[in-house]
């Protein structure tokens, strides 16, 4: 039965629980009702395979309040927990149901350390296993452009200086600045980084560069840039990243894995314009220069064609020289020989007919052959192709007839 329902039904008719449906409408009210509670630890922790149990004290009246933590969201917290740590812990209020006795516990979602001793002591554990791991090496490190254009923004809108230093120290030079709001510190703070660093690489993948920054604080306002998630979102991360958090001393997890450290956001800014400042200083140079360099350059082309047009002119003239020598030297040679040549030829021509006399149809005339044709003088060699007076005409050695034909007799294939 839902809230509403039973509220709206209570003054109509008595409305009676068991147990277990009392449990389950009071979680119904107590879960939603999320908060952040500080407290000291207490000295027993309950550690199980997948969630921890212990009591969380508070100073000054000794409460103590049952709280528990998944195993999954402590392993972010990169550090044991142990008795005498004073945290900040966001979560909810439930009765757990059981058959031996229902408990009221607080589930922890995310902790918070208090205290620089232990935080440092966290930052070490968590900088060990991420270098180990790889996530700080220079192979992995993206390449930021040189001439950045496009520039993706993370940081809070509220904050008192770093996103107003890093756009009041980012040159005027054409840049497209893309802002996503973020808190910088405290329970909510690693979410909502890590998200807007998803949401760029989903959907404006063509920037140049991300910018991650925040001014400078204590070991406890830095956190959330010393956990794992941001680190491990970082070096997920296509687009390239600067980071410029805190002050120049401070040194973070983010700045580790981030591709690019800056040691402040002003200095990420100045960073970013360096390329564009140095290029705009030496344009007039170049401008300057230009004229004087194109000159040359012609010049020299100029001398080039001038030394290949001599050297040319000098190689046609020697060659065109040479060439003439040949000529007249061929028709010397050809004057000399010509009647040498007229004998050869003469004899070949002589050879030649004398080949061909065995094959001339005056020949085969003179030894009593002869040659019929038709009108149009087409040769007749099959007489079945004749008809009846048909004129045909015969070519005798001395002479031709012209004949008339009466009768067409044919032969047995193979007989004459």
Same mark, same amino acid.
Request: hydrophobic share 35%.
């Given at each position: 039965?839902?809230?509403?329902?039973?509220?709206?039904?209570?003054?109509?008719?008595?409305?009676?629980?068991?147990?277990?449906?009392?449990? $389950?409408?009071?979680?119904?009210?107590?879960?939603?009702?999320?908060? +952040?509670?500080?407290?000291?630890?207490?000295?027993?922790?309950? +550690?199980?395979?997948?969630?921890?149990?212990?009591?969380?004290?508070?100073?000054?009246?000794?409460?103590?309040?049952?709280?528990?933590?998944?195993?999954?969201?402590?392993?972010?917290?990169?550090?044991?927990?142990?008795?005498?740590?004073?945290?900040? /812990?966001?979560?909810?209020?439930?009765?757990?149901?059981?058959?031996?006795?229902?408990?009221?516990?607080?589930?922890?979602?995310?902790?918070?350390?208090?205290?620089?001793?232990?935080?440092?002591?966290?930052?070490? /554990?968590?900088?060990?296993?991420?270098?180990?791991?790889?996530?700080?090496?220079?192979?992995?490190?993206?390449?930021?452009?040189?001439?950045?254009?496009?520039?993706?923004?993370?940081?809070?809108?509220? !904050?008192?200086?770093?996103?107003?230093?890093?756009?009041? &120290?980012?040159?005027?030079? !054409?840049?497209?600045?893309?802002?996503?709001?973020?808190?910088?510190? #405290?329970?909510?703070?690693?979410?909502?980084?890590?998200?807007?660093?998803?949401?760029?690489?989903?959907?404006?993948?063509?920037?140049?560069?991300? /910018?991650?920054?925040? !001014?400078?604080?204590?070991?406890?306002?830095?956190?959330?840039?010393?956990?794992?998630?941001?680190?491990?979102?970082?070096?997920?991360?296509?687009?390239?990243?600067?980071?410029?958090?805190? &002050?120049?001393?401070?040194?973070?997890?983010?700045?580790?894995? /981030?591709?690019?450290?800056?040691?402040?956001?002003?200095?990420?800014?100045?960073?970013?314009?360096?390329?564009?400042?140095?290029?705009? !200083?030496?344009? %007039?140079?170049?401008?300057?220069?230009?004229? %004087?360099?194109?000159?040359?350059?012609?010049?020299? +082309?100029?001398?080039?064609?001038?030394? %290949?047009?001599?050297?040319?002119?000098?190689?046609?003239?020697?060659?065109?020289?040479?060439?003439?020598?040949?000529?007249?030297?061929?028709?010397? $040679?050809?004057?000399?020989?010509?009647?040498?040549?007229?004998?050869?030829?003469?004899?070949?021509?002589?050879?030649?007919?004398?080949?061909?006399?065995?094959?001339?149809?005056?020949?085969?005339?003179?030894?009593?052959?002869?040659?019929?044709?038709?009108?149009? #003088?087409?040769?007749?060699?099959?007489?079945?192709?004749?008809?009846?007076?048909?004129?045909?005409?015969?070519? %005798?050695?001395?002479?031709?007839?012209?004949?008339?034909?009466?009768?067409?007799?044919?032969?047995?294939?193979?007989?004459?």
């Amino acid at each position: 039965m839902k809230i509403n329902q039973t509220l709206e039904t209570e003054s109509k008719e008595e409305k009676i629980f068991t147990v277990s449906e009392y449990i $389950d409408f009071l979680n119904q009210i107590l879960i939603p009702q999320k908060a +952040v509670i500080q407290g000291e630890i207490g000295r027993k922790i309950d +550690v199980r395979p997948k969630y921890s149990t212990f009591n969380l004290l508070d100073k000054s009246d000794k409460s103590v309040l049952k709280c528990l933590i998944w195993e999954n969201r402590l392993e972010n917290l990169g550090i044991e927990l142990k008795g005498g740590m004073e945290i900040k /812990a966001f979560g909810f209020p439930k009765i757990y149901k059981s058959e031996y006795g229902s408990e009221f516990e607080f589930q922890i979602e995310e902790i918070i350390l208090i205290g620089e001793g232990i935080l440092k002591q966290a930052f070490e /554990a968590l900088k060990r296993k991420l270098e180990g791991e790889g996530l700080f090496k220079e192979e992995f490190k993206k390449p930021i452009p040189r001439f950045c254009q496009r520039i993706g923004l993370i940081t809070s809108k509220y !904050g008192k200086g770093a996103k107003p230093d890093f756009e009041r &120290h980012l040159e005027k030079y !054409g840049f497209e600045v893309y802002f996503y709001d973020v808190r910088v510190e #405290g329970l909510f703070a690693i979410n909502e980084i890590c998200e807007a660093i998803r949401w760029f690489n989903e959907n404006m993948l063509n920037l140049d560069v991300l /910018a991650l920054i925040r !001014g400078g604080g204590d070991w406890e306002s830095l956190q959330s840039f010393n956990s794992e998630q941001v680190g491990r979102a970082i070096f997920a991360s296509k687009i390239p990243i600067i980071s410029g958090v805190g &002050h120049e001393s401070d040194v973070t997890i983010a700045d580790y894995v /981030a591709d690019l450290r800056a040691s402040t956001p002003t200095d990420a800014a100045k960073i970013l314009s360096e390329s564009w400042k140095l290029a705009s !200083g030496k344009i %007039f140079d170049y401008e300057k220069n230009l004229r %004087f360099l194109s000159n040359q350059v012609f010049k020299n +082309v100029k001398e080039k064609i001038i030394s %290949f047009e001599e050297n040319f002119t000098a190689k046609i003239k020697n060659l065109l020289k040479d060439q003439k020598l040949n000529i007249q030297q061929i028709l010397k $040679d050809l004057i000399k020989n010509k009647n040498r040549w007229k004998e050869k030829i003469e004899k070949l021509l002589i050879q030649q007919e004398e080949k061909l006399i065995p094959s001339s149809p005056q020949l085969k005339l003179k030894q009593g052959y002869t040659i019929t044709s038709d009108k149009s #003088g087409k040769i007749i060699k099959d007489p079945t192709k004749l008809k009846i007076s048909q004129t045909i005409e015969t070519k %005798f050695y001395k002479g031709q007839v012209l004949s008339k034909i009466n009768k067409i007799k044919k032969y047995a294939r193979g007989k004459i």
